[in-house]
């Protein structure tokens, strides 16, 4: 029969060795936890607090830049961006009126203007201001077609009534549904064309002052200037929506874009 020393002598070693590692182990763990615990966060130099201070209309933030450049730069002459504030409150003074540059907020104006193309899209830009614009826009314009004089679709008599046709039908008419010629889709594109909204950018002075980057400098209509200031104008009524109450964005939209564009409204 073999002997159980060797098997109690190797149990007892090995006791004896996790018992002495345990305490070591413990210490470990608590030395980890307290250097953990009592490690202060450190800035990097790279971002002190000078370009914090500078608002982000103004300035690229600093962690959201390449340390080089991954492609080359475009042929032609350099695109000049506006970063003058007077021109921009001329602009909106323009298209608001006297005091029109104080109706927003400094950050806000300088968003409504910022096309996604300019500076990657890293200062902010206005698509989510121009989508609420253009909703604003398009309802004021269906409004304004809907109580549009239309040109009558039935032949009358000299007393104005419904004449009838050859089969003797005489249509039901009512001067509430004389308007529902103008809520079509074409009618609306027709008044809301690109092509229109853009000249009444231009008239109002923000295609100086809009900041985006086109793609060949020598051919600024081919690269989509029409459609970035389209949404330049919607995005300032959308901005207007938000800080200053749709009430004032709806007056803004007949007065200085609809009214232009050849519509009439009343006081009331």
Do not use: C
Not at 69 to 94: C, I, Q, S, T, W
Not at 113 to 142: C, E, P, W
Not at 197 to 216: I, M, N, Q
């Amino acid at each position: 029969m073999a002997s159980l020393r060797p098997l109690r002598s190797l149990f007892a070693s090995a006791t004896s060795a996790l018992s002495a590692a345990q305490p070591a182990q413990r210490a470990l763990v608590r030395t980890s936890a307290r250097a953990f615990s009592t490690t202060a966060p450190s800035r990097s130099p790279e971002y002190g607090t000078e370009a914090a201070e500078q608002p982000r209309w103004q300035q690229t933030p600093p962690r959201m830049m390449a340390p080089f450049r991954v492609r080359p730069k475009p042929r032609g002459p350099e695109f000049k961006v506006n970063d003058d504030p007077r021109r921009l409150d001329d602009a909106y003074a323009r298209l608001l009126g006297p005091g029109g540059d104080k109706v927003l907020s400094e950050e806000v104006k300088w968003l409504a203007v910022t096309h996604k193309s300019f500076d990657h899209g890293r200062r902010g830009f206005n698509d989510r201001l121009a989508y609420l614009g253009r909703r604003i826009v398009m309802l004021q314009t269906s409004q304004a077609l809907l109580n549009a004089p239309q040109a009558e679709a039935w032949p009358r008599d000299s007393k104005g009534t419904p004449v009838a046709d050859e089969f003797g039908r005489i249509p039901f008419l009512h001067p509430a549904l004389s308007g529902l010629r103008g809520l079509t889709g074409e009618a609306s594109d027709q008044v809301l064309d690109k092509s229109r909204l853009a000249g009444l950018a231009e008239r109002y002075g923000f295609d100086k002052v809009t900041r985006w980057k086109p793609k060949r400098t020598d051919n600024l209509q081919g690269s989509g200037l029409e459609s970035v200031l389209t949404t330049t104008l919607y995005a300032v009524v959308g901005a207007i929506a938000l800080e200053r109450g749709g009430e004032i964005a709806n007056k803004i939209t007949q007065d200085k874009i609809l009214a232009p564009l050849g519509f009439t409204f009343t006081a009331d």
